[in-house]
């Protein structure tokens, strides 16, 4: 029997001006009187709830629901049928009894740092720093042998700082891993052999390696000395000649900014040698690291011929001369260096489990470029791939990256939001359907079931629009809560009724944004906030046209910056299934669509609710 | 020292990604801290960019503000003040004392935090400076014309332009635009020798907007390299490469023609060229924080040799974002970070020393 809801007003910017009790009347909810709580809406985001209210509320079925971000601006009667909509909503939820996440600190798990070098130790010590006990898996015999990238000095400097708390396994690698945030199973290889621990989360960080950062082929090796391993010492010219040094930092493709810089110190140093005439060849002067400007000056102020190539314009004849276009001479122009020195670039092969271990997640759907996976983060919950395996530059960024990547990780394992989505064991079919669309590799099929590891979940809700037997969803974002707040939503909003459901990331963002700033939003509009849009399903836009929605929307972020990775294309894809659907029946298939969002791109989103408004009038 | 003399454990100057995203770390860490902003609303310079998504997101990093502002809000531990200056800062005993007086500000602006409401003073064991970089204004190389001649924009005037629509069918649709990178960077005559990072990335992508919403408009990419972006971005450069003329010249100065502002630059054969264009951008860098009598004198902190901030200066005080040097927006939210770290370890020993 579905609970009786109370209405528990908590003034807030935004809501002036409403009167607590029309808005109950309107929505059908009574007003809370201090008295017995069944279920409860509540008209601010819980965070901001004071703790008295929290406690009362602890154990029951709450929404709470962040009213201002959906009323806006306009009369008196208008603010009212908005708000009044928002509270039906809520309070169709939380009148389906499911309980909110669970809201409690968690202790410090201990996490597994496996690799060697500037990072991998930034993310011990952090780890470590912020309570968590660490084991720092080491291909080397010690913490505090450097990467081929990193800077000696600065690694013996951090590995004599480990606290305590950091475990040190020696000469051990990690060769296979499964789980997510707050439940992995690391399979360790040590000089004792294999072993298998539990983690609550996993900091991948191997050394780096050095190769050159420039393809330039056919260059008899004996020539070259990689930038690292020149000493500037070994060359000087005759006594009544030049040497002639090259040292190549472009020509198929212009090196990284921090190897240019590299490149220009050893392009410097050899310059101040005794008769060493330096020419540096580059397709583009990387100079976006501190002090690498000043530095491309000095260069050419002790006399480095800087020699910019087209991309490929660089040639190597017979292993010893290169051969280039110079387009100011108009002439071809040959050089045959004595050393030729190469800017390097720094990387690290990627370790074969992980393709083979995490087989639903490709590499670039592990480590995608997105910007909200800045600072270590993988689409996997609670792995955090850092360092050369990644492409950070070495030095400064990586012990920053290791910084960010720790603080997600104590936020995830500590934090109070506990969303771990509830699988209803005796409805699973175990099609397994949850497991290949969670981008977050939450739930895993562990003995004959579904097991969820509670902190990896971010709620996201795409197993459950994916589960064909609902049996599978994060807390409140199931088939019969969200559609029981769509149905008292649209019972309550005036004609013409339109859904906005809008993603947590984007459309969310700015529907609030543009609330706060006063903006009128058509009367009939039902705001339907999601945690992502890959939430929305076939069945909950198919539903809100039969209630009497004369258009749908569905904002979520532009492909490339959802946060869930695919969230924002599953729910594209779903939304053109329907279109192709109304077509097939013969209505109007553009009355459900998907609009690409960022949060900053309010006029965008209020141009296209008008243009919904406008569809919805004629319609 | 007695714990009990410490107002708020972290004071950090500057709403911007850098300050907030510390806020946010160091809440994550179980640490309340204040944020100080001297404008009526946090944001900083992210607040005014557009997004750059074409047929995907451009990772420009500008959406990740909201990502924080809401944190920040979300979050009890952190206190902001908005249209609040620092006046004094004095350090004893490891601690830093702090006044903040209020600053007349403009309308009640929309987000969190509220405006500051009188004097006060806050005792603080540790110091973030994230009071940003200063954009370059173009009225400094008077050449190219910034405010002389109309259709002359400055690039934070484009991302606003973009951001309101102004660009676009339906509204202003330039037939040829005129990109001029390194505006105020790599300019050792002019003091400023000094890559800013950001302004390529920034110019690419605006430029990728204008040719997705104006199709028919040529854009024209006057630089003298173009920096790198990580793994995506320089897969992508090729076909930028196709879709934007890149003309390798700094020209040297803009004029105003008959049809609008005419571009002066030397031409393949070393000659100089002058072309007309409808709109001029400048891509303006970033330099350090504003000069004389400015916020690090009165901490003390220390400028590099370009006048950036020195990460950690003085007891307690560490600097984040741009204002230690030029950085992208996710640059400076990740800098943040590791400045949160230091400054939560640097108050975790105080109080651990004060416990004896
Ligand atoms: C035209 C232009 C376009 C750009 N586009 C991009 C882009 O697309 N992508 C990208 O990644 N980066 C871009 N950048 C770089 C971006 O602006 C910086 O990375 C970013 O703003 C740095 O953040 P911050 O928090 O360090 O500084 P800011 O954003 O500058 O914030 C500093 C804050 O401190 C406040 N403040 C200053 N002094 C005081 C004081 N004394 N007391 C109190 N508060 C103070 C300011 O009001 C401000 O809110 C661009 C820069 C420019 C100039
Ligand atoms: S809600 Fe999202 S993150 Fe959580 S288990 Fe489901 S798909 Fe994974
Ligand atoms: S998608 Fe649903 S039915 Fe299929 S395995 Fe997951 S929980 Fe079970
Ligand atoms: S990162 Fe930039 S381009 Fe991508 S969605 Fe955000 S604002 Fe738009
Ligand atoms: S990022 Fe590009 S435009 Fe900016 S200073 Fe560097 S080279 Fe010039």
């Excluded at chain 2, 990460?311 to 560490?318: H, K, S, T, V």
Aim: glycine share 12%; proline share 8%; aromatic share 4%.
């Amino acid at each position: 029997m579905p609970a009786r809801v109370s209405l528990i007003w908590q003034e807030a910017p935004g809501l002036s001006g409403l009167d607590p009790a029309q808005v109950a009347l309107a929505a059908g909810v009574e007003l809370d009187d201090g008295g017995l709580v069944e279920a409860a809406v509540v008209t601010v985001a819980q965070e901001r709830a004071p703790r008295g209210l929290q406690e009362r509320l602890a154990g029951l079925p709450v929404s709470w629901l962040d009213l201002a971000a959906e009323i806006g601006g306009g009369g008196d009667a208008h603010r009212l049928a908005r708000a009044a909509t928002a509270v039906a909503r809520a309070a169709g939820r939380a009148a389906k009894g499911t309980l909110p996440p669970v809201y409690a600190p968690q202790p410090a798990q201990s996490v597994l740092v496996a690799g060697a070098g500037l990072g991998a130790l930034a993310a011990a010590w952090e780890a470590a720093a912020l309570g968590h006990p660490v084991t720092l898996a080491t291909p080397f015999g010690d913490a505090a042998t450097p990467g081929a990238d990193d800077d000696p000095q600065a690694v013996g400097l951090m590995a004599a700082q480990l606290p305590a708390q950091v475990e040190l396994a020696t000469e051990c690698e990690l060769i296979g891993l499964a789980g997510s945030a707050g439940g992995f199973s690391a399979r360790l290889m040590g000089p004792q052999g294999e072993s298998s621990q539990g983690f609550g989360a996993v900091f991948l960080a191997p050394p780096g390696e050095l190769a050159p950062g420039c393809e330039i082929h056919g260059l008899n090796p004996e020539l070259c000395v990689l930038a690292s391993k020149l000493d500037p010492e070994d060359w000087q010219g005759p006594e009544d000649a030049w040497l002639h040094a090259a040292v190549l930092a472009g020509s198929a493709q212009a090196a990284p900014s921090y190897s240019f810089a590299a490149a220009l110190e050893a392009a410097l140093a050899l310059a101040k040698r005794p008769r060493v005439q330096v020419s540096l060849f580059y397709t583009e002067a990387r100079v976006a690291v501190p002090g690498a400007e000043r530095l491309f000056r000095d260069c050419r102020a002790a006399g480095v011929l800087p020699m910019r190539v087209e991309p490929g314009g660089l040639e190597v004849r017979g292993g010893h001369t290169l051969a280039w276009f110079d387009p100011l001479l108009g002439e071809e122009i040959t050089l045959e260096p004595a050393v030729a020195v190469m800017a390097e670039q720094s990387g690290a092969p990627r370790p074969a489990w992980l393709d083979n271990e995490l087989t639903v997640k490709p590499w670039d759907l592990l480590v995608p470029e997105n910007p909200r996976l800045a600072g270590g983060k993988t689409s996997r919950s609670g792995l955090y791939i850092l360092g050369s395996l990644r492409g950070t530059a070495p030095g400064a960024p990586r012990r920053a990256e290791a910084a960010a990547a720790t603080a997600d990780m104590h936020a995830r394992l500590t934090g109070r939001v506990v969303p771990m989505p509830a699988v209803r064991d005796q409805l699973c079919a175990r099609c397994l359907s949850c497991v290949r669309a969670c981008p977050h590799g939450v739930p895993q099929f562990v003995g004959f079931g579904i097991a969820c590891s509670p902190a990896g979940c971010v709620a996201c809700g795409i197993c459950a629009a994916e589960c064909p037997a609902e049996a599978i969803a994060p807390p409140g974002w199931g088939q019969p809560e969200m559609l029981a707040a769509l149905e008292a939503a649209l019972a309550v909003a005036p004609e013409p009724k339109m859904v906005l459901f809008a993603c947590g990331q984007s459309g969310m963002p700015a529907a609030s944004a543009l609330s706060a700033s006063g903006h009128q939003w058509p009367a009939g509009l039902v705001i339907f906030p999601l945690v992502c849009a890959g939430r929305t399903s076939q069945v909950l836009v198919t539903r809100a046209l039969e209630l009497g929605a004369k258009g749908v929307l569905t904002a979520g972020c532009h492909p490339g910056n959802c946060r869930s990775i695919s969230g924002n294309l599953v729910a594209a894809a779903k939304l053109e299934m329907v279109q192709g659907m109304l077509a097939e029946l013969g209505l109007d298939p553009e009355a459900v669509s998907f609009l690409p969002l960022a949060s900053n791109q309010t006029r965008e989103l209020a141009q296209a609710v008008e243009a919904l408004a406008v569809k919805a009038e004629e319609a | 020292m007695n714990p009990a003399e410490i107002d708020t454990p972290v004071l950090i100057i500057g709403g911007g990604v850098a300050g907030l995203s510390a806020a946010v770390e160091l809440s994550r860490r179980g640490l309340a801290s204040t944020v100080v902003e001297r404008e009526a609303a946090p944001g900083g310079r992210a607040g005014e960019f557009c997004c750059k998504a074409v047929a995907a997101c451009a990772r420009c990093g500008a959406c990740r503000l909201g990502d924080l502002l809401a944190e920040a809000a979300a979050r009890p531990e952190i206190t902001l003040h908005t249209a609040a200056l620092v006046t004094s800062a004095e350090q004893k005993d490891g601690l830093w004392t702090v006044e903040l007086s209020p600053q007349p500000a403009g309308d009640d602006a929309p987000g969190p935090g509220a405006p500051l409401g009188e004097r006060c003073s806050l005792t603080t064991g540790a110091v973030i400076l994230a009071v940003g970089g200063q954009v370059f204004d173009p009225a400094g190389k008077s050449r190219f014309a910034h405010g002389r001649v109309e259709g002359v924009h400055s690039a934070l005037e484009l991302e606003a332009m973009l951001a309101m629509g102004a660009i676009g069918p339906g509204a202003m649709a330039p037939a040829k635009v005129a990109f001029i990178q390194c505006v105020g960077s790599r300019d050792a005559a002019g003091g400023r020798p000094w890559c800013s990072r950001v302004c390529c990335g920034y110019a690419l992508r605006m430029a990728r907007v204008i040719r997705h919403r104006l199709p028919e408009t040529e854009v024209t990419f006057f630089h003298m390299d173009v920096q790198d972006y990580g793994r995506a971005w320089e897969e992508e450069l090729p076909s930028l490469k196709e879709d934007i003329r890149f003309v390798r010249a700094m020209p040297g100065e803009v004029t105003a023609g008959e049809q609008g502002p005419r571009v002066v630059f030397a031409g393949p054969e070393g000659a100089p060229v002058s072309e007309g264009f409808d709109l001029v951008i400048l891509s303006v860098g970033i330099g350090p924080p504003n000069g004389a009598g400015s916020l690090h004198e009165l901490f003390g902190a220390a400028p590099d040799q370009d006048g950036f901030l020195a990460e950690e200066g003085p007891d307690g005080l560490f600097v984040a974002g741009a204002a230690a040097g030029p950085r992208s927006l996710n640059e400076s939210i990740t800098h943040a970070g590791l400045a949160a770290s230091r400054a939560a370890a640097r108050v975790g020993a105080l109080l651990e020393a004060a416990r004896g």
